[in-house]
């Protein structure tokens, strides 16, 4: 088994495939959540390790791939305006708008910032009384707790010269969405451990039964998603469909309660357009009217904006697990990092991305499946 | 960005009303907001999100994580500078990783 060695615990993983190896009788689709998951599959190879029968497909978990064009459209108007210091973090940078992207914007004279945590813009506010200061709040159910932690906290301290533009999704939506569709392949889902350290599982027993699809929650590193995938394949091939906890030094069933107090009352659940993909319901959250004096939307007027997607990008099909990124004929010619036509090619956790830094160049680009939008 | 990253408590404040912490992530020592993990201690581990305290973790989960991290070049991409990253790529190189022989 080559690159094996490059494992934490080479023992371990090897002890895992050949579990996951001994387990398998037939072909089984998996699909995996989080786009830091993706990462560490192809980077170690775990999917040239699995048995043949087990498939992994991407799915759409990468925030900054997601996040629609119209949302990036009005964060680079806002940023461009002279009495703004625009907040983001460093990974939303390059993701391109129609046109251009913030680095570009700052190159043009724009104050843009890179924050590491949201509560770095708040201070930026604070010490700037003078000026605007937006932060960029983008993410899944992870991110969402430390952003409606900051705009409860300029509430709290009178910061009003803070505002944050919201555009958080949320996972469990998704995977409904990916399953309703008449195109899916997908049996059982590895979710992603972190939104569950915030979120807990209370989410996924419904999903798992109406679905009838197994539901492992699993970390990101490797030997994680060995035994997730070891546990969804057991599910599988007994034809069981639970949620299961594989990562529960992270995790617990409830989550974090007080993060998740803290989201139903900064935020209310929206229907959300992901990138790519389009709108799916309820799979979003913005700010409560409550906190509307934050709202960046409100603030300022971005209205009217006209977007435009590049033609050839398909990575709304790549994020739905219906092509890979090596299919898309523009991947590693017209696309690449360098010169990204989706945002799924930029982010660190872009699957495109992941697929052309880890030289998966030489596979051949056939396109195995009719590709569907999920909705 | 979605990674968390494990960290250890150094020392703790009240600030603006808020419980802060400073964290050391493997070296690189961040302030980090304790409020969704308040009887956090100094000494213990938690998983640490753009700069929240999000779960805690033992002490060797949380070191062989960091570890691992630290080898794949992760906590450079969380703590290093954006700017410097998002400039090579406009201006042409390519991301440097190794080539992988099949
Ligand atoms: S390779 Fe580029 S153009 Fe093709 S789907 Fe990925 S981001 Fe879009």
Not at chain 1, 7 to 18: V, Y
Not at chain 1, 81 to 103: A, E, H, K, N, W
Not at chain 2, 37 to 56: K, S, T
Not at chain 2, 79 to 94: H, I, K, L, N, Q
């Given at each position: 088994?080559?690159?094996?060695d490059?494992?934490?615990?080479?023992?371990?993983?090897?002890?895992?495939?050949?579990?996951?190896?001994?387990?398998v009788?037939r072909?089984?689709?998996?699909?995996?959540?989080c786009?830091?998951?993706?990462?560490?599959?192809?980077?170690?190879?775990?999917?040239?390790?699995?048995?043949?029968?087990?498939?992994?497909?991407?799915?759409?978990?990468?925030?900054?791939?997601?996040?629609p064009?119209?949302?990036i459209?009005?964060?680079?108007?806002i940023?461009?305006?002279p009495?703004?210091?625009?907040?983001?973090?460093?990974?939303?940078?390059?993701?391109?708008g129609?046109?251009?992207?913030?680095?570009?914007?700052?190159?043009?004279?724009?104050?843009?910032?890179?924050?590491?945590?949201?509560?770095?813009?708040?201070?930026?506010?604070?010490?700037n009384?003078?000026?605007?200061?937006?932060?960029?709040?983008?993410?899944?159910?992870?991110?969402?707790?430390?952003?409606?932690?900051?705009?409860?906290?300029?509430?709290k301290?009178?910061?009003?010269?803070?505002?944050?533009?919201?555009?958080h999704?949320?996972?469990?939506?998704?995977?409904?969405a990916?399953?309703?569709?008449?195109?899916?392949?997908?049996?059982?889902?590895l979710?992603?451990?972190?939104?569950?350290?915030?979120?807990?599982?209370?989410?996924?027993?419904?999903?798992?039964?109406r679905?009838?699809?197994?539901?492992?929650?699993?970390?990101?590193?490797?030997l994680?998603?060995?035994?997730?995938?070891?546990?969804?394949?057991?599910?599988?091939?007994?034809?069981?469909?639970?949620v299961d906890?594989?990562?529960?030094?992270?995790?617990?069933p409830?989550?974090?309660?007080?993060a998740?107090?803290?989201?139903?009352?900064?935020?209310?659940?929206?229907?959300?357009?992901?990138?790519?993909?389009?709108?799916?319901?309820d799979?979003?959250?913005?700010?409560?009217?409550?906190?509307?004096?934050?709202d960046?939307?409100?603030?300022?007027?971005?209205?009217?904006i006209?977007?435009?997607?590049?033609?050839?990008?398909?990575?709304?099909e790549?994020?739905?697990?219906?092509?890979?990124?090596?299919?898309?004929e523009?991947?590693?010619?017209?696309?690449?990092?360098?010169?990204p036509?989706?945002?799924?090619?930029?982010?660190?956790?872009?699957?495109?991305?992941?697929?052309?830094?880890?030289?998966?160049?030489?596979?051949?680009?056939?396109?195995?499946?009719e590709?569907?939008?999920?909705? | 960005?979605?990674?968390?990253?494990?960290?250890?408590?150094?020392?703790?404040?009240?600030?603006?009303?808020?419980?802060?912490?400073?964290?050391?992530?493997?070296?690189?020592?961040?302030?980090?907001?304790?409020?969704?993990?308040?009887?956090?201690?100094?000494?213990?581990?938690?998983?640490?999100?753009?700069g929240?305290?999000?779960?805690?973790?033992?002490?060797?989960s949380?070191?062989?994580?960091?570890?691992?991290?630290?080898?794949?070049?992760?906590?450079?991409?969380?703590?290093?500078?954006?700017?410097?990253?998002?400039?090579?790529?406009a201006?042409?190189?390519?991301?440097?990783?190794?080539?992988r022989?099949?």
């Amino acid at each position: 088994m080559k690159y094996i060695d490059e494992f934490q615990d080479p023992e371990l993983a090897r002890r895992l495939l050949d579990d996951i190896h001994a387990t398998v009788t037939r072909p089984w689709a998996l699909m995996e959540v989080c786009g830091g998951q993706t990462h560490s599959i192809i980077r170690h190879g775990i999917d040239q390790l699995l048995p043949d029968q087990v498939e992994l497909i991407h799915g759409p978990g990468c925030p900054v791939c997601v996040t629609p064009l119209e949302v990036i459209d009005k964060a680079l108007e806002i940023a461009s305006r002279p009495q703004v210091i625009f907040c983001s973090f460093g990974d939303m940078l390059r993701v391109p708008g129609t046109g251009r992207d913030l680095f570009q914007v700052r190159g043009e004279g724009g104050d843009v910032r890179v924050v590491y945590s949201p509560l770095d813009a708040l201070r930026i506010a604070q010490q700037n009384p003078d000026r605007e200061v937006v932060f960029f709040g983008i993410g899944f159910e992870t991110t969402a707790p430390p952003n409606a932690m900051t705009v409860h906290q300029a509430r709290k301290l009178g910061i009003a010269n803070f505002s944050m533009l919201v555009s958080h999704v949320r996972v469990p939506p998704a995977i409904e969405a990916i399953m309703s569709s008449p195109n899916c392949r997908v049996q059982g889902f590895l979710a992603a451990g972190h939104v569950c350290s915030v979120m807990g599982v209370g989410e996924y027993p419904e999903l798992a039964e109406r679905f009838r699809v197994p539901i492992v929650v699993t970390g990101f590193e490797p030997l994680d998603i060995l035994e997730g995938v070891r546990r969804a394949v057991r599910q599988l091939e007994r034809g069981e469909h639970t949620v299961d906890n594989a990562y529960a030094r992270a995790v617990r069933p409830e989550g974090n309660p007080a993060a998740r107090a803290m989201l139903e009352d900064v935020f209310e659940v929206t229907d959300r357009a992901w990138r790519g993909i389009g709108v799916i319901p309820d799979s979003g959250w913005r700010l409560s009217s409550k906190y509307r004096d934050h709202d960046a939307e409100y603030r300022f007027s971005v209205d009217g904006i006209r977007t435009e997607e590049p033609a050839e990008c398909r990575s709304g099909e790549v994020l739905q697990g219906l092509l890979k990124p090596h299919e898309c004929e523009a991947f590693g010619t017209l696309c690449t990092p360098r010169t990204p036509l989706g945002a799924t090619m930029v982010s660190s956790e872009g699957a495109c991305a992941a697929y052309y830094l880890y030289r998966r160049l030489d596979m051949p680009a056939t396109k195995t499946r009719e590709a569907t939008p999920v909705v | 960005m979605c990674l968390a990253v494990p960290g250890r408590v150094l020392d703790i404040e009240e600030r603006d009303g808020t419980r802060m912490a400073t964290v050391d992530f493997g070296g690189v020592v961040k302030e980090v907001c304790l409020e969704y993990l308040p009887d956090l201690q100094v000494g213990e581990y938690a998983i640490v999100h753009v700069g929240f305290a999000l779960q805690r973790l033992d002490e060797e989960s949380a070191r062989q994580t960091l570890e691992l991290f630290a080898e794949l070049g992760l906590l450079q991409e969380e703590f290093g500078d954006p700017w410097e990253t998002a400039a090579a790529e406009a201006a042409g190189s390519e991301p440097v990783e190794e080539v992988r022989n099949q």
